[in-house]
């Protein structure tokens, strides 16, 4: 089966610096790479995703890099604000018969700094 | 908006007992999931199920079992519960795969205290 590797699993960041988390996967049928906010409490929640046929995909201060021959993705936040402030995970995605099955990585808890 | 209920977020429940965990969604999604979140290790796939009836296991079912008798009602089953079932468990629904926008939508999640 899949395996994703998440790291780092804690980031603390200044605000207004950048925050990189970087993910590795391993079945290389895998395509489809979403990205999930959980914010302390709540309920995660998709910020942002992308296709094995897209490099690069980019939404306001979050974007997406997919390397699909080396087999890793990562996010990038720029400007980062006390409202990142949040666990992330990525997740790794390959049709499983009719369902679509989710690997998750481990998580990482971002804390941004004021 | 999609919306998956789920109905308890926190029980404490006594290590031997039966505990059932509700889930439902109104968007007619075909797959709905069960996840485990301890921290350090993510989300765990306990169970999904693609259709009414139908169910498979994912990474962690061992020491649970799952009902999905209609389509927007997915339960997960501890058939007794134990110390190391406390955590957070998280129910999910996604349309088909291969469908367009097949994001996958959490409830808010079920702690879960056994002791």
């Known amino acids: 089966g899949e395996n994703v590797e998440q790291h780092p699993s804690t980031l603390s960041v200044q605000e207004g610096d950048s925050a990189v988390i970087k993910c590795t996967y391993s079945d290389s049928a895998s395509n489809y790479f979403p990205w999930y906010k959980q914010e302390l409490g709540k309920r995660p929640q998709l910020i942002i995703d992308i296709r094995s046929n897209v490099g690069e995909k980019k939404d306001q201060r979050i974007a997406v890099t997919l390397n699909k021959t080396a087999k890793h993705f990562s996010l990038h936040i720029t400007e980062t604000q006390p409202e990142d402030s949040a666990v992330y995970f990525c997740a790794a995605a390959y049709p499983s018969g009719s369902a679509r099955q989710l690997t998750f990585g481990s998580g990482t808890q971002l804390t941004v700094l004021p | 908006d999609v919306k998956v209920t789920q109905s308890s977020r926190y029980l404490v429940k006594r290590t031997g007992e039966k505990v059932f965990l509700e889930c439902v969604q109104d968007m007619d999604h075909e797959n709905m999931f069960w996840y485990r979140q301890d921290p350090g290790l993510g989300l765990r796939l306990i169970y999904f199920?693609?259709?009414?009836?139908?169910?498979e296991k994912g990474d962690i079912p061992e020491g649970y079992s799952v009902s999905r008798e209609k389509k927007e009602r997915f339960s997960l089953i501890l058939e007794s519960a134990s110390t190391n079932q406390t955590s957070m468990y998280l129910c999910a629904s996604s349309p088909p795969s291969g469908s367009s926008g097949n994001t996958i939508y959490f409830g808010e999640g079920s702690w879960l205290t056994v002791v």
């Open positions: 199920s693609y259709d009414v009836k139908m169910k």
